[in-house]
């Protein structure tokens, strides 16, 4: 049998045991997938379309999964039309829906992300990292810069340059967190007590920090890494269904399967909907703040929608290899020219004390940020969570299915250490950094310069707009914000390019290549429904929708941390068995070669200490010797060892010497 006949745990030089030996059936519960029905590289699309069959993914003409593809685009398409031509009931019903979660789980959504942070880390610190994303031993299909640019760009891109400036300001000024030290709240109102303006500034910075750094990253580490597993490891398709396979079994094949990756495509959809809305309005300030045009109004979003998602489109058609790695490649080398442009031109030692004094600050109030649901804030700290922590916490949570399925696709060959590490502490860090930067300069303006960028007395703060005020307000801001609009449009189209092809995938049953039609379909279905829910409300309906899309996907998230770690601890069970038997081997081969060496030197002559070896007085017998008097037992002549009747001589630990042979002395 060929190393390829066994299960991915085994490697190409060990033979297969009756654990991973498909003849026999695996001893650890797991499933085995034969290697005809894997998918390979090499493989044409008609032979992964009957690989995918083999696997029990239903797929129809056209090469889509009907139980998927139809339902997902019914019910995407019926919300975009609602939403587009009655845009009041949409915009209220969203509004409730959203108060409504808000205000009764907000607590269920906090709880869930610290749960997602406690389960990544146990699993990078556990006997479970040193497993491999693929076969043992094999290397990682992308550099680390790649592999870094791809899952960054693709994961939070629009939302960094949209909140970069404008979040910590506000926390600054116009929308501190009810209940934090140094503000008040009158009649539903927060504002900040005279003389608490730069203590409320770092618990600010804190609070972004919180929202951008290992949270989210803990989502998508916990469905990338249940994806990434399925597919490298087990060799299963690429679909969120398969993640769920080690609590679920068989039955992911069938309806609950469909309704998971229903409820994948439902959330990703929105959530990339959510950020293509976020970014045609920052890209309208831009033109603002440049002059261009003199209020963004609403049909000029509209036109930039239908502008990036042709654009978008045409990145769908090229295909993964020359769009997306290229334009993420592309995406960091802009945003790392910008926020290094702004370090350098703004206040440069102010900028780098922030950023140090802001990860203090985080560390002593990041449990307490991690927990704090509001409980003694009332409506206020509902209305606060609505519009900040639980908006951000719905938005990644529906954003979960595309990133962890594309972060997952370009991990293969990565251990289970290095994907969490990489996934958590990089984006992390680039993300303290950005914020540090961008918001600390926009904070440096209003606290100690003389031209604030929000007035005294102001009641609302235009997140999109204060980049480009920030940036105004440096040389050479013309250039900056010019590259700044440019960083926003090729993050906006690359977002919609990994989601379109992460969408299809799911609606085409794992298939690696889906087809054209439908990936363009899924691009434009993006953007109408973006056009929907900026019609329908603008930002308050973008936070709505992900709030309402990530309810159910959260509960799927969780259920994929149980599934993950049994999945990982089968796996791991098969290494300890195979470590232990080749260890007995090992020792066994040691042992029959040489038992004495092994435990060394034995005393022959040693001292009777048997019970029975001590008598009573009249079962004694004196004897006379050269040193004197001795007391013996009685014993018979033929006793083991003593008189020339004896048996055969043993060795040490009563093995049998050969005739002849002598005790060393």
């Given at each position: 049998?060929?190393?390829?006949?066994?299960?991915?745990?085994?490697?190409?030089?060990?033979?297969?045991?009756?654990?991973?030996?498909?003849?026999?059936?695996?001893?650890?519960?797991?499933?085995?997938?034969?290697?005809?029905?894997?998918?390979?590289?090499?493989?044409?699309?008609?032979?992964?379309?009957?690989?995918?069959?083999?696997?029990?993914?239903?797929?129809?003409?056209?090469?889509?999964?009907p139980?998927?593809?139809?339902?997902s685009?019914?019910?995407i398409?019926?919300?975009?039309l609602?939403?587009?031509?009655?845009?009041?009931?949409?915009?209220?019903v969203?509004?409730?829906f959203?108060?409504?979660?808000?205000t009764?789980?907000?607590w269920?959504?906090?709880?869930?992300i610290?749960?997602?942070?406690?389960?990544?880390?146990?699993?990078?610190?556990?006997?479970?990292?040193?497993?491999?994303?693929?076969r043992d031993?094999?290397?990682?299909?992308?550099?680390?810069?790649?592999?870094?640019?791809?899952?960054?760009?693709?994961g939070?891109?629009?939302?960094?340059?949209?909140?970069?400036?404008?979040?910590?300001l506000?926390?600054?000024t116009?929308?501190?967190?009810?209940?934090?030290?140094?503000?008040?709240?009158?009649?539903?109102?927060?504002?900040?007590?005279?003389?608490?303006e730069?203590a409320?500034?770092m618990?600010?910075?804190?609070?972004?920090?919180?929202?951008?750094?290992?949270?989210?990253?803990?989502?998508?580490?916990?469905?990338?890494?249940?994806?990434?597993?399925?597919?490298?490891?087990?060799?299963?398709?690429v679909?969120?269904?398969w993640?769920?396979?080690?609590?679920?079994?068989?039955?992911?094949?069938?309806?609950?399967?469909?309704?998971?990756?229903?409820?994948?495509?439902?959330?990703?959809?929105?959530?990339?909907?959510?950020?293509?809305g976020?970014?045609?309005?920052?890209?309208?300030?831009?033109?603002?703040?440049?002059?261009?045009?003199?209020?963004?109004?609403?049909?000029?979003?509209?036109?930039?929608?239908?502008?990036i998602?042709?654009?978008?489109?045409?990145?769908?058609?090229?295909?993964?290899?020359?769009?997306?790695?290229?334009?993420?490649?592309?995406?960091?080398?802009?945003?790392?020219?910008?926020?290094?442009?702004?370090?350098?031109?703004?206040?440069?030692?102010?900028?780098?004390q922030?950023?140090?004094?802001?990860?203090?600050?985080?560390?002593?109030?990041?449990?307490?940020?991690?927990?704090?649901?509001g409980?003694?804030?009332?409506?206020?700290?509902?209305?606060?969570?609505?519009?900040?922590?639980?908006?951000?916490?719905?938005?990644?949570?529906?954003?979960?299915?595309?990133?962890?399925?594309?972060?997952a696709?370009?991990s293969?060959?990565?251990?289970?250490?290095?994907?969490i590490?990489?996934v958590?502490?990089?984006?992390?860090?680039?993300?303290?950094?950005?914020f540090?930067?961008?918001g600390?300069?926009?904070?440096?303006?209003?606290l100690?310069?003389?031209?604030?960028?929000?007035?005294?007395g102001?009641?609302?703060l235009?997140?999109?707009?204060a980049?480009f005020d920030?940036?105004?307000?440096?040389?050479?801001?013309?250039?900056?914000s010019v590259?700044?609009?440019?960083?926003?449009a090729?993050?906006?189209?690359?977002?919609s390019?990994?989601?379109?092809?992460?969408v299809?995938?799911?609606a085409?049953g794992?298939?690696?290549?889906?087809?054209?039609?439908?990936?363009?379909?899924?691009?434009?279905?993006?953007?109408?429904?973006a056009?929907?829910?900026?019609?329908?409300?603008?930002?308050g309906?973008?936070?709505?929708?992900?709030?309402?899309?990530?309810?159910?996907?959260?509960?799927?998230?969780?259920?994929?941390?149980?599934?993950?770690?049994?999945?990982?601890?089968?796996?791991?069970?098969?290494?300890?068995?195979?470590?232990?038997?080749?260890?007995?081997e090992?020792?066994?081969?040691?042992?029959?070669?040489?038992?004495?060496?092994?435990?060394g030197?034995?005393?022959?002559?040693?001292?009777?200490?048997?019970?029975?070896?001590?008598?009573?007085?009249f079962?004694?017998?004196?004897?006379?010797?050269?040193?004197?008097?001795?007391?013996?037992?009685?014993?018979?002549?033929?006793a083991?060892g003593?008189?020339?009747?004896?048996?055969p001589?043993?060795?040490?630990f009563?093995?049998?010497?050969?005739?002849?042979?002598?005790?060393?002395?």
């Open positions: 049998m060929s190393s390829s006949d066994h299960e991915p745990t085994i490697t190409a030089d060990e033979p297969p045991t009756p654990a991973t030996d498909p003849a026999s059936g695996p001893e650890d519960g797991r499933e085995y997938v034969p290697p005809s029905a894997r998918i390979q590289e090499t493989d044409s699309d008609g032979e992964v379309t009957e690989k995918l069959k083999r696997q029990g993914v239903r797929l129809g003409a056209g090469t889509i999964a139980a998927v593809f139809w339902p685009l019914i019910l398409a019926a919300v975009a609602l939403a587009m031509f009655t845009p009041e009931s949409t915009g209220t969203l509004s409730n959203q108060g409504w979660i808000t009764n789980l907000g269920y959504y906090m709880l869930a610290g749960i997602f942070i406690a389960v990544a880390l146990v699993i990078c610190f556990s006997k479970f990292g040193k497993i491999t994303l693929g031993g094999e290397k990682p299909e992308h550099g680390v810069f790649s592999w870094f640019a791809m899952l960054f760009a693709a939070m891109g629009i939302g960094l340059v949209f909140y970069g400036v404008g979040e910590p506000g926390y600054a116009v929308t501190p967190k009810p209940g934090w030290p140094g503000t008040e709240t009158v009649d539903g109102v927060t504002s900040i007590l005279p003389g608490q730069h409320v500034a618990l600010g910075m804190a609070q972004t920090f919180v929202h951008w750094g290992l949270h989210p990253w803990a989502i998508y580490a916990i469905i990338g890494l249940a994806v990434g597993y399925a597919i490298h490891r087990r060799g299963r398709p679909s969120i269904r993640a769920l396979e080690p609590i679920l079994g068989d039955r992911v094949k069938g309806w609950m399967g469909d309704i998971i990756d229903i409820l994948a495509i439902f959330g990703t959809v929105f959530g990339i909907a959510t950020s293509l976020l970014g045609v309005q920052q890209i309208g300030a831009g033109l603002s703040a440049m002059g261009i045009i003199e209020t963004p109004d609403q049909t000029l979003l509209i036109v930039l929608i239908i502008i998602t042709l654009l978008a489109t045409l990145s769908v058609v090229s295909g993964i290899g020359r769009g997306i790695k290229w334009l993420s490649n592309i995406n960091l080398s802009m945003a790392a020219i910008l926020v290094l442009s702004v370090l350098l031109l703004g206040p440069t030692l102010f900028l780098f922030n950023l140090v004094q802001s990860i203090g600050v985080y560390l002593a109030e990041v449990l307490n940020m991690t927990f704090d649901v409980a003694y804030t009332g409506e206020a700290g509902a209305a606060w969570g609505a519009g900040w922590t639980i908006f951000y916490w719905g938005w990644w949570v529906s954003w979960a299915p595309f990133v962890g399925v594309f972060i696709r370009i293969r060959g990565r251990t289970v250490r290095q994907f590490a990489g958590l502490l990089v984006p992390t860090l680039v993300g303290f950094i950005w540090s930067i961008m600390g300069t926009g904070l440096w303006r209003q100690f310069s003389e031209d604030p960028l929000v007035e005294e102001a009641e609302s235009g997140v999109e707009a980049l920030v940036l105004g307000g440096l040389p050479l801001g013309g250039v900056l590259i700044a609009i440019a960083l926003v090729i993050f906006f189209i690359t977002s390019d990994s989601g379109s092809l992460v299809d995938m799911l085409s794992g298939h690696p290549n889906p087809p054209i039609w439908s990936r363009i379909l899924f691009a434009w279905l993006e953007g109408a429904l056009i929907g829910l900026l019609v329908a409300g603008g930002l309906a973008l936070q709505a929708a992900s709030i309402a899309t990530a309810l159910p996907f959260s509960i799927i998230l969780l259920a994929m941390c149980v599934a993950i770690i049994k999945a990982l601890k089968q796996d791991q069970d098969v290494l300890d068995a195979r470590e232990r038997r080749l260890r007995y090992q020792l066994s081969e040691r042992l029959s070669e040489d038992f004495d060496d092994a435990f030197d034995q005393v022959d002559d040693r001292i009777d200490y048997r019970i029975s070896r001590t008598s009573g007085l079962d004694r017998q004196r004897v006379s010797g050269a040193g004197g008097t001795a007391t013996r037992t009685a014993e018979p002549s033929t083991q003593t008189g020339p009747e004896a048996g001589s043993r060795g040490r009563g093995r049998r010497r050969k005739d002849g042979q002598e005790e060393e002395k």
